[in-house]
Every structure is written in structure tokens, then in C-alpha cells.
């Protein structure tokens, strides 16, 4: 098998790009591979918001401004039948095409010193003191950045996510009505369901509709709730380009990390945010995490101890926010709740700011909200 690498990043997509970035901004000479089964620029389904501490994230590894070229969105609308919200979010939002995300963050880890192969792994296995990555490969510490169906969260024997949603997205060229913005029509119909149009500010946009669960959920009916919640995005088959749809592991109460030599990042963690699907953001600060938890436990000399410390690293920074937003979603699939956040966040600016921060960042279920929230759903006395 040869030398073990220091470090083996399963999956070139935005948390294995940003566990290769996290080593090797920790320790420079490190040697990391970095295995993607396709070929960079490669596609992937998404609705391809990313989030300002996303952005930050990525900045804090080194490549700061790698979006600026890309038109900041700060509208958004928000929709749960006859209730709307309209309102700027604090910071700016970017919609940027996965293959051109991915291709840069991959080419900055290259350039920080990672080298890239392509490769789809199949096997993964500890022995002893190394792990063994198929037939002919070995690594000190293995991260699993492999995205929904994690070959790595299988042989860290990590259970499947049980909460799944699906989604399925496409490019149409941008209604004028919902240009500089970002669109969100929750489903009346369907709880924990909404249909999206996210303008990228070069004359497309990204649609899309995205449902907890899978029963029932073919392209077919994707589709049309789309063309349904967002007329004039999706009017008949043969509209749009690229659709193309992926199952979104969403975060629960509990999230595992064993120890040992084995790590999980992003979607292969199961970190989803259950209220939005956004999942970018989590993708880089797991990424980030595990690539310097691995690379202080190899420098050290102990890396069985890479397990526990990107644990507690993770637990750290994002336990309260997880936990947080787990709760939001499940009130939120009451439609009375998510009406009255929509409510909420039309009569105060602060609270909608909080939302935003919970569904896309790192924010938490403030008291500011939990009071709007019940201020709306209280009755008025005529
Ligand atoms: C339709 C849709 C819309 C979404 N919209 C948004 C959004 O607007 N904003 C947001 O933040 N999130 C969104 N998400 C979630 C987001 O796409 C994911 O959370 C994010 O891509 C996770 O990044 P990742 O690096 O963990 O996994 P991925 O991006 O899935 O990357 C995994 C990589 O691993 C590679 N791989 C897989 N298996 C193997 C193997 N065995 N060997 C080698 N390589 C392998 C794949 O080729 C891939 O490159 C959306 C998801 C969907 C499905």
C-alpha cells in the first residue's frame, strides 16, 4: 500500500475541499489526498444559495473573496399561501452554479497543497494503525466528506440518517419579477414543502421544490408544485434546463461522531438544516473542523485521537445551533406556526434577521422570536 497519507479526504465536494483547506492552513506540509469519484467541474443538485457564513468560513481558510465576482442578493420574500414577508437580509446572500463553487474550492485546496485524484471509493476499513481506502491506499486519518450516501459513515458504522427530504432543481432564465431576489413559496399543501426561485444575478435563475420525506415524491410531482407555487418558473415539461434532483440528509437532535480515525463532514455527517435544506454552510465549518482536528492529531503523533477533539470542536461551535434549529423545524411544520413566523418577521425586521440566521447560518431560536411568534398566533380581541 505504500506510505500511509496523513490524511485522506473522501469527496471533492464543499466539506472535503474545506477538510483539505482546515489541514493544510493547520500544518502546510501535510501530505493530503484529496479523492472525488467525478471530474472537477462536476454539477451537483443544489439551489446554490450561499450564505454569508459560508463565505466567512471559506475566508477563514484562506480564500477570502472567492464569490465577489458573483451578484450579491439581499431581498428576500417569503410566502405560506395568502401571507408574504418582503424584506432585505442583512447580509448578502450569493447564487453561485455548483460546478463553478466546487471547481474553485477544489482548485484552492490544490493549490494550498492537496493533491487530487480521481477515484471512487468503495471500501474503507481501520486496521490497527492506519486505515486502509480500498485496495491500494492508506491514511493515517480518513475524512468522509462523500456526501448523502457516505460509503465513510458506513464503515464508521454510523446508522443512516433517518430524516430525509428531497428536492429536485432547474435553470430558467429569470422572471423579471424576481430579479435581485431569492423566493421562498412554503406548500400549503404539503408540510415542510416549499418551492424556490433564486435569481444569480446573470440573467438565471435557479428553481426548485423540495419536500420532506421521499413517499410519493417522483419529478413529476416535484415539478408541478413548482409550476404551481411559482407560475411562470415552471409552466409545462420542456421549460427550464439541468433539473436535476439528490436527497438532502437532514439534521436531528442527536449527531453522532464516533472516535477514532474515522471523521464525517457535511451531508455526510447528516448535517442539513431541517428548516431550509441549506447545507453549504455546515459542509465548510465540518470541513474546516475535521481537517484541523486531523491535522493536529497527526502532527501530534496520536491521530486515533482525530475523533474526540473534531467531537467536541463541532459540539462547540454549531451543538446549540443544531439543536436549535431541530426544534424550529418541527414547530414549523404546524402551518398555524409557519404562518405566524411569516407574520412575525413582516411586523419587525429584527426577527426576521433572527430567521434568516437560524435557516441559513448559525443563529438560534431567540426570545425575540419565540415572543413574536406568539403574539401572532394570539387571537385579537375585536
Ligand atoms: C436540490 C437541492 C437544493 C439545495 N439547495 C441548497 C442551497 O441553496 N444552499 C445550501 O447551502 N445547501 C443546499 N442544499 C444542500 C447542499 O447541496 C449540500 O448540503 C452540500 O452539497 C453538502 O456538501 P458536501 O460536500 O457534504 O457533499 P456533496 O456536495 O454532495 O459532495 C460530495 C462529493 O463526494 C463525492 N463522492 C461521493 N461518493 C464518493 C465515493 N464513494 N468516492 C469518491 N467520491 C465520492 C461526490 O462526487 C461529491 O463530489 C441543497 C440540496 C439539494 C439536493
Known amino acids: 500500500m505504500g506510505d500511509p497519507w496523513d490524511l485522506v479526504v473522501v469527496g471533492g465536494g464543499p466539506a472535503g475541499a474545506a477538510t483539505a483547506l482546515g489541514a493544510l492552513s493547520a500544518a502546510p506540509d501535510l501530505r493530503v489526498l484529496l479523492l472525488d469519484r467525478a471530474a472537477f467541474p462536476r454539477d451537483k ?3 446554490d444559495g450561499v450564505s454569508p457564513e459560508a463565505a466567512d468560513v471559506l475566508a477563514g481558510l484562506g480564500v477570502p473573496g472567492l464569490l465577489d465576482d458573483w451578484t450579491p442578493v439581499r431581498r428576500l420574500d417569503l410566502s405560506h399561501g395568502s401571507r408574504r414577508v418582503s424584506r432585505q437580509m442583512r447580509r448578502a446572500v450569493r447564487v453561485v452554479p455548483r460546478t463553478v463553487l466546487d471547481d474553485r474550492l477544489v482548485a484552492a485546496a490544490v493549490a494550498a497543497g492537496a493533491r487530487l485524484e480521481r477515484h471512487r471509493v468503495r471500501k474503507v476499513r481501520v486496521r490497527g494503525d492506519a486505515v486502509a481506502v480500498d485496495d491500494d491506499l492508506a491514511a493515517r486519518v480518513v475524512v468522509g466528506a462523500d456526501g448523502a450516501y457516505s460509503v465513510v459513515r458506513r464503515a464508521a458504522g454510523v446508522p443512516e440518517v433517518r430524516h430525509r427530504a428531497v428536492a429536485l432543481r432547474g435553470y430558467v432564465a429569470t422572471p423579471p419579477r424576481w430579479s435581485g431576489r431569492q423566493v421562498i413559496a412554503f406548500d400549503p399543501r404539503r408540510r415542510q414543502a416549499y418551492a424556490w426561485c433564486f435569481d444569480r444575478g446573470d440573467g438565471l435563475a435557479n428553481v426548485g421544490y423540495g419536500a420532506f420525506g421521499t413517499d410519493g415524491l417522483t419529478r413529476a410531482v416535484l415539478l408541478r408544485r413548482l409550476g404551481e407555487l411559482l407560475p411562470g418558473t415552471m409552466d409545462g415539461p420542456g421549460d427550464g434546463a439541468d433539473w436535476r434532483g439528490h436527497h438532502l440528509p437532514l439534521s436531528s437532535w442527536r449527531w453522532t461522531q464516533p472516535d477514532g480515525r474515522l471523521l464525517l ?13 441549506e447545507g453549504i454552510h455546515y459542509a465548510v465549518a465540518t470541513g474546516a473542523l475535521a481537517g484541523r482536528a486531523a491535522a493536529a492529531a497527526v502532527t501530534e503523533g496520536r491521530p486515533s485521537t482525530a475523533g474526540a477533539r473534531y467531537r467536541t470542536a463541532v459540539r462547540t461551535l454549531l451543538g ?3 439543536r ?3 426544534v424550529a423545524a418541527r414547530l414549523s411544520v404546524l402551518p398555524a406556526v409557519l404562518t405566524a413566523g411569516i407574520v412575525a418577521a413582516d411586523r419587525d425586521q429584527r426577527v426576521f434577521d433572527d430567521l434568516v440566521d437560524l435557516g441559513l447560518g448559525s443563529g438560534r431560536l431567540t426570545r425575540r422570536v419565540v415572543a ?7 387571537p385579537t380581541r375585536c
Open 320 to 322: 446549540p445551533h443544531l
Open 372 to 378: 413574536g411568534l406568539a403574539r401572532a398566533l394570539t
Open 265 to 277: 463532514t457535511g451531508d455526510a455527517a447528516g448535517l442539513v438544516n431541517p428548516m431550509t435544506g
Open 324 to 326: 436549535h434549529s431541530v
Open 45 to 47: 443538485a443544489c439551489g
